[in-house]
């Protein structure tokens, strides 16, 4: 709708408001008469205030008011006081602003090769630069519609017939209420009403008071006839009130009398309203002026600029027609003259009709041909009375039967069946395009349909398309038949909606989308050569359909359309968002892909297979051309990652939309647009910096964290070291990272990464291993050989063994060596471990995605070089196999120190933190004063330290070295305990006890370790108990028979290597037995000495300084050795001279 048809509406809803609130409130208590007041002069605020405070409205003053507000602005009180001024002139009818002004923020850069000087101009010259060189420019006559919003194209008037104009001053609403009066009229002459005035017309209560005397002696007629009700209906969708139909009727009642020989028009009609309606007839004088200046305007329309009238008669038409036209004067004529205006103007239309017809068709008249333009509006007029008035959009249910009666009308205004089809269709698209009902689109597409199917009479069709309509099209304008006129202004309207889908369109209304480009292309042969011309960008296949390349076109134009408006969004947003421009243009082309292929393509593609790949191909080359310039202007890409990332994941994106919908089919004629961005041969060797880089910083903090770690647990939950979360959250986020960067990997970047990741771990457990001592070192030195002997003199002195103090930075070592520190280091190297697992599983999985990116692009460049795809990988995929085969070697070492720090950690509990309470008092001087009872609690009180500060995993082999060292402690004590220990048989009941007490404090109840274990671990300490209970000759015959048996060259053992029939247990058997046969023989054979001549308390602090007993080594021997007995006793006496303190 135009602006003064707009203009019109709201006149009319303005004068039919302020009507019903004076006529409701506005008479302070008293009933008032609107009949001759001009609502369109009365002021609306003095009408409100009438109403609220209940005073008589004073017609003078509201007039005043009206004219003197229209001398100020229009303004609007505001509490706040604020004001601003608006960019844009008001026009007078605008409302007064009712929100704030908008603040100023980015705005799209200005279509202008100008810049300010200083200011920074490279990327909205760049980008405009990359458009000029890819051949799409800002002021493209094919997009200038692309570059308005939606919400403006609406508002341009191309939903315009282009019939001739109107030469007089009729509006909207005098073509209206013309159009009704040409149809009664039709249905007199038809005869299909017939009145009967017994009857008196109804009028509502609110119109009581303008009834005038006239109107109460003159009755109305009724219509008595089965049109009663679809003619009343007309009347109220053409907002025709009851008096002038009534009026009306009166008028015209009589016309079939009057035109029973003659052809009926427009002109007929008027000049029989006029002379059938008088003064009186109306309720004021304002409403019988305008009355009679349309019926005037009406007549001048159609009579006085027709070509076929001489100079003369013209002249005399417009004084007559003047005299018509003045209102005032008309009344005060007599009534002769106003008969003798009306005969001069029937007689000069009479002449007018009988001129010789242009196609001879019949009933056609003058009018037909020469005045097309206002009959053709009448019945459009009278078509849009199908549409609700009470819901926008909305057709009533009976359009059918005001279809059929409007067609009665055809005789009148020239109508055929095949203009009956286009202008309805018209009708149903412009009601269409300002509501968006998409039933109205299927209404109107089905009238198309049925025009293009009818076929008329040679005579008919010439007399169709005779009927010219100017339009602007292709660049200018032109003239075409009202038909095509009507289908080209449709197709138009339609394709500068699909010319820009993306911004009209989307999910929501997708029916509409449908609708329309059905419409389109049905409309299709309508289509000129000048639309294809934008197909240069990439063209359609050879040979394709129109409706093929209409679409493609579609496709092309509104894909173009979105990458301009995403260009000029990108270019906007850049500064605001701290990113180059090309970056943020890739996330919205990924967008604008999104949504084609989600809401559009599924649709186009019923009409055009190819529609998702023309459109994902021609977003891949519009980008690809932006991305091409960046590179040829720029020299270092140190910093363009981002920019390497977003284009990486814009063509993984094309490439994995193209390969859903069409597989592994490469071919298509599209190929030669497809170039591949070859992204990978500009970002590796970035990534390649960027990975060492990143290794030096992991490497440095991995060193930082180990020195500072002091071993405490992180949590009771999370049992291991504090340096180790950093270490693999530092690793982790480097792997996050490398994933992250969506830039296109290789197996040389996955190598460097995983080197980098060894290379940290390994630096790692390097720095545990060198923390740990030889747990050798923790071993009490074997005391000096004794034969037990009591002391003859109490008083006499005896030699101190003094026990070996470790050296200084050993000692320092062990201060860090505790066992609460050692299960932390063994949960850190257990974290280690699953770590690196998870690890190599996440990157593997990580490799995968990799794996498929690049079969992508494979893809992409096997669709652009039209070679077949390859599909075996499976020797990529050995090779990366290979490249986790690093990480074994962090898990040999891991597992290596792991076993080191297990042979430490009991060694560490039972040899060093319990020396003094177990090692050294343990069955000293006597077994039942120092019996096992005694040192359990402490034992346990280890075992609970252990079992809170390990992990599960590692707690049954943490406790079984402990119990590993307990017996190991217990042989060192039966065998290598020094002077103070010697045992009676007697005795080896109860350290069996005691035996049996460890076994079970450490099974525990099936709750510790397995049974079997233990016993085979305690199984060498039983066996040398049982020795004790041997009788000393027995004991002595085992040792000569192993002395016979040993080695030329024995080598030294401990207690896990000791056999307990060789010669150096039994010997220690014989020294530790309270019997005077050993004491003898090892007198005697060994020269021993008395375990009463030393004293070996533990003192702490003083230097070793061990006794060599050489002289015992040179005495002879009074037993009878065979030959290699005394061989082996000569081995054997050597190794008990190097059994010192040394």
Partial sequence: MDAASMLEVYRRDRRRLLGFLLSAGGGGGRALDLSRVDLDAVSADYALECVASGTQFNASEATRRYFDERRYPIMIGSPSGNSYFLLLRPQPSDSPPKEAAPSIGPQAPVQDNSSSAGQPTEPRDFFRDAINA????????????????????????ILSLGLPRLTTELSDDDIRETAYEVLLASLFVRGKVHFSEEKREKKHKFLKGRRTKTEGSNPSPQVEDGYAHILDLIRVQMEISESMDALTKRALRHISLKTAKETLDVPRISLQLLSSVGKLDFPT???????QKRQANVLEELLLFSASLEYDMSKTLRIVLSKLKSTEDWVVSVPEGRVEVLTIIERYNSKLCALTKKFDIKDETYHWTHNYHFNFRLYEKL?????????????????????????????????????????????????????????LLKHASLQIQKLQVHHDVKEIELYTNSFICSVDACGGNRVLSLVDSALLKINVWCRRQLDNYHAYFSKNNYSIFEATLKLVLLLVTNSTEDDFEEIRFIESPVGS???????????????????????????????CEFKHPLTILANELKAVAEKECTDFSPILHKYYPEAQRVALIFLHMLYGKQLELFFERTDHLENSKGILAASNNFELFIAQKLYTVYGQAVGSSFSNYLKPYMVGRFSSPLILQWLHAQHENVLEWTKRTIEIEDWTPLSAHEKQAR?????????????????????????????????????????????MENQQVSGSTLLPSAPV???YAESM????????????????????????????????????????RDQLDAIEEGIKQSWVSVLSAVRLLDYLSSMASGRALSENLTSSDESVDELFTIFDDVRMTAVNTTNTILNFIGTRAVFWDMRDSFIFSLYRDSVKGARMQIFIPTIDQVLDQVCDLIVDVLRDQVVLRIFQACMDGLIWVLLDGGPSRAFFETDVDLMQQDLAILKDLFIAEGQGLPMDIVEKEARQTQQILDLYMLKADTIIDMLINASDQTPHNPEATNARRRHVHDANTLLRVLCHKKDKIASTFLRIQYHLPRSSDYDDVPVKDVSSKVPIFS????????????????????????????????
């Fill in 383 to 439: 078509l849009c009375s199908v549409f609700d008035i009470l819901e926008d959009g909305q057709l009533v249910e009976e359009a059918d039967e005001i279809l059929e009666t409007a067609k009665l009308t055809w005789p009148i205004l020239g109508v055929t069946e095949k203009l009956h089809h286009i202008f309805y269709a018209w009708v149903l698209f412009k009601k269409f395009s300002q509501t968006g009902e998409i039933l």
């Fill in 545 to 575: 359909t129109p409706e093929s390349k209409l679409i493609h076109l579609l496709i092309v134009r509104s894909i173009h359309a979105a990458y301009k408006q995403a260009l000029i969004s990108s270019d906007g947003r850049s500064d």
């Fill in 1111 to 1142: 002289d015992m080594m040179k005495r002879g021997t009074s037993f009878n050795w065979s030959e290699t007995g005394q061989q082996s006793f000569r081995i054997m006496k050597k190794k008990l001279q190097e059994a010192t303190w040394q």
């Fill in 785 to 787: 050989l004794t034969r």
């Fill in 723 to 767: 340096s180790v979360v950093e270490v693999f959250r530092i690793v982790e986020e480097t792997v996050d990272q490398f994933f992250n960067a969506s830039l296109p990997l290789e197996i040389v970047h996955l190598r460097s990464l995983l080197i980098g990741i060894t290379s940290s771990l390994e630096v790692y457990l390097l720095h």
């Fill in 793 to 832: 003199n109490p008083f006499a002195k005896r030699k101190l063994i003094e026990p070996m103090v470790p050296e200084e930075k050993v000692a320092m070592k062990l201060n860090n060596l505790t066992v609460p520190k050692l299960c932390v280091k063994l949960n850190t190297l257990q974290f280690i």
């Fill in 134 to 157: 890819s051949g799409i420019g800002y002021d493209m006559n094919d997009d200038n519609l692309a570059d308005i919003s939606p919400q403006q194209v609406k508002k341009v008037d």
């Fill in 285 to 291: 004088e304002r409403l019988r002026g305008q009355w």
